[in-house]
């Protein structure tokens, strides 16, 4: 029973993944996920009490899940540069997939009409600098990076990474996503940051 159970929290998860990207956050109603879960709304609220509750699940299935992936990468190996590089190739990978860039972009399609932005940046992006700024900071502590705030040094390294790929792909603006090129980009953004806080 309890794999019959999670069989079916998994696919109202997908099936409300799919609705949200139809048709946005505000537009969705429990009554459409149903339909296309293949389930009744009473099945829905007997896993997940509120539509809230159930893009909050989407999130972190879809989004936070596969960041902390990349983000489980922060481990020094005892090359500092090696494991920021691939923190970022593992970071950049994971950005550019196809599926989390329409996610963001449905995201921020809805963000002034509802409060999914907070609740995405809250699941995703701040997850994220909260890892990193800890990752940071231990760095600093050691002495393999000057004492700044780590917070700081996690948005500036961040920024170096992203660039503007990000921003490209949400706008559907082309872009090149070959390995070696993304490689090159990481290891310019980690030299850079690298060169920015090296230990005095």
Same mark, same amino acid.
């Given at each position: 029973?309890?794999?019959?159970?999670?069989?079916?929290?998994?696919?109202?998860?997908?099936?409300?993944?799919?609705?949200?990207?139809?048709?946005?956050?505000?537009?969705?109603?429990?009554?459409?996920?149903?339909?296309?879960?293949?389930?009744?709304?009473?099945?829905?609220?007997?896993?997940?009490?509120?539509?809230?509750?159930?893009?909050?699940?989407?999130?972190?299935?879809?989004?936070?899940?596969?960041?902390?992936?990349?983000?489980?990468?922060?481990?020094?190996?005892?090359?500092?540069?090696?494991?920021?590089?691939?923190?970022?190739?593992?970071?950049?990978?994971?950005?550019?997939?196809?599926?989390?860039?329409?996610?963001?972009?449905?995201?921020?399609?809805?963000?002034?009409?509802?409060?999914? %932005? /907070? =609740?995405?940046?809250? +699941?995703?992006?701040?997850?994220?600098?909260? #890892? !990193? *700024?800890?990752?940071?900071?231990?760095?600093?502590?050691? %002495? /393999? =990076?000057?004492?700044? +705030?780590?917070?700081?040094?996690?948005?500036? #390294? !961040? *920024?170096?990474?992203?660039?503007?790929?990000?921003?490209?792909?949400? =706008?559907?603006?082309?872009?090149?996503?070959?390995?070696?090129?993304?490689?090159?980009?990481?290891?310019?953004?980690?030299?850079?940051?690298?060169?920015?806080?090296?230990?005095?």
């Amino acid at each position: 029973m309890r794999v019959k159970s999670e069989a079916k929290r998994a696919s109202i998860v997908l099936a409300a993944r799919a609705v949200f990207l139809e048709k946005g956050f505000e537009a969705s109603t429990m009554a459409d996920i149903a339909l296309s879960a293949g389930a009744s709304k009473a099945t829905l609220y007997s896993y997940f009490p509120s539509k809230d509750a159930l893009f909050h699940e989407v999130m972190d299935q879809h989004c936070a899940a596969r960041f902390a992936g990349a983000f489980g990468n922060l481990q020094f190996d005892g090359d500092l540069a090696a494991s920021l590089n691939a923190f970022g190739q593992s970071l950049m990978t994971t950005l550019l997939s196809p599926d989390l860039v329409a996610i963001r972009r449905s995201v921020f399609a809805e963000a002034n009409r509802s409060h999914v %932005g /907070r =609740l995405f940046y809250q +699941d995703g992006p701040l997850r994220g600098m909260t #890892l !990193l *700024s800890h990752f940071l900071q231990g760095q600093m502590a050691a %002495g /393999r =990076l000057r004492a700044h +705030d780590p917070w700081v040094a996690a948005r500036h #390294l !961040l *920024s170096l990474l992203e660039g503007d790929y990000p921003l490209r792909a949400i =706008l559907g603006v082309p872009l090149a996503t070959e390995a070696d090129e993304l490689a090159r980009h990481v290891q310019q953004a980690v030299d850079l940051f690298l060169r920015g806080y090296a230990p005095a």
